[in-house]
């Protein structure tokens, strides 16, 4: 099947909502936004979601499970709705691995009352074709799965999504300031819904149907970057007393949990992308101009990379992709989880 965007797949669903799906691409809220999409265009009954509504996640999958669950039918409906969340293709070296989930997909079929989404995180799967034709394990995923792609907005349309999220909390807000929201905040979309529902709330707290723009100063945080840099650097040299100490200050300012974990899995992807062209020899302006990272943040990313060893970092990218996982799709956003990962290193 031809991949396609998620504009379409809004489309889609509005006439159809039938079939079943391959959710990949780099934005992950939009993701999670379609799957609430997807499941009010089936109309599935409230009362009756513990039936036709079913997620499993990549803590609790395996493929006899996944088939169990398809083998169930729906409740006083034609058809349920299955959600697969948090695969890693890259990790399924093991051809078997690969080859079970294939055979799980084929009962899709045989049970044909399902509608199925696999919903693979962020870099969690090998995009060889960026055009409508998908190649390697995706384009085998995509001859029973429909894929669909969520490619991150460009900063003015994530600005008109800030401005029509404020509308949603009855909040108005002039496109400048939401472009300055962006900004500011980042553009992780998670992260940026959180801070927006922060603002309205605090906006209706004056008396104001209105955001201004001191607001943002006065809610969010400006220190976020330098303090997951510090933080990172903390958790990369074993310092697991400062990274806690400097977790616990990030709690005080109450900063988002999900914020913290988006900006420092953000560095450590940086820091990864620096060591391997630093191994490679390229130099700092060659890796600035490669990656469009600023040359001097280049300077001071390279010194950490250059004082850790590789395996150490992959290891700790592929740690912190795994919270990262557990937080955004277990709906479990606490500081906890950010205390397990620092101890776990």
């Not at 349920?80 to 695969?87: D, R, W």
């Not at 800030?162 to 909040?171: L, S």
Request: charged share 25%; hydrophobic share 40%; glycine share 4%.
């Amino acid at each position: 099947m031809d991949i396609i965007s998620n504009l379409d797949f809004s489309k889609k669903i509005k006439e159809n909502p039938d079939g079943n799906y391959l959710f990949y691409g780099e934005e992950d809220y939009l993701k999670s936004h379609a799957v609430k999409s997807l499941k009010e265009a089936m109309g599935i009954d409230e009362a009756l979601e513990i039936f036709n509504f079913v997620t499993l996640d990549v803590l609790d999958y395996t493929p006899d499970k996944l088939i169990d669950i398809l083998s169930m039918p729906p409740m006083m409906a034609e058809k349920k709705l299955v959600v697969l969340s948090g695969l890693n293709i890259k990790k399924m070296t093991n051809k078997s691995d690969f080859g079970e989930l294939l055979d799980a997909l084929a009962h899709l079929d045989e049970f044909d009352y399902n509608v199925l989404v696999l919903t693979i995180p962020n870099g969690n799967i090998t995009e060889e074709m960026p055009r409508k034709a998908p190649t390697g394990s995706l384009k085998t995923l995509s001859e029973r799965l429909q894929p669909v792609k969520f490619e991150a907005p460009t900063p003015q349309k994530l600005a008109l999504w800030v401005m029509r999220h404020f509308e949603h909390h009855n909040i108005k807000a002039n496109q400048a300031d939401c472009a300055y929201l962006v900004d500011y905040c980042g553009k992780n979309m998670f992260m940026l819904a959180n801070e927006i529902e922060k603002l309205a709330l605090y906006a209706r707290s004056q008396n104001r149907d209105s955001l201004l723009r001191d607001d943002i100063a006065n809610i969010c945080s400006a220190e976020m970057e330098y303090g997951a840099f510090e933080f990172s650097n903390a958790i990369l040299d074993g310092r697991k007393g400062e990274a806690l100490n400097i977790l616990s200050v990030m709690k005080f300012k109450q900063i988002e949990p999900l914020m913290i974990m988006g900006e420092i899995s953000g560095i450590f992807s940086d820091l990864l992308k620096i060591k391997i062209m630093l191994l490679a020899g390229k130099t700092n302006q060659q890796i600035s101009t490669e990656t469009g990272i600023n040359v001097h943040k280049v300077g001071i990313y390279a010194t950490s990379a250059r004082r850790m060893e590789l395996q150490r970092l992959q290891k700790i990218v592929s740690m912190t992709a795994d919270t990262d996982l557990a937080m955004k799709f277990r709906f479990d956003s606490g500081y906890l989880n950010l205390e397990k990962l620092i101890c776990s290193l």
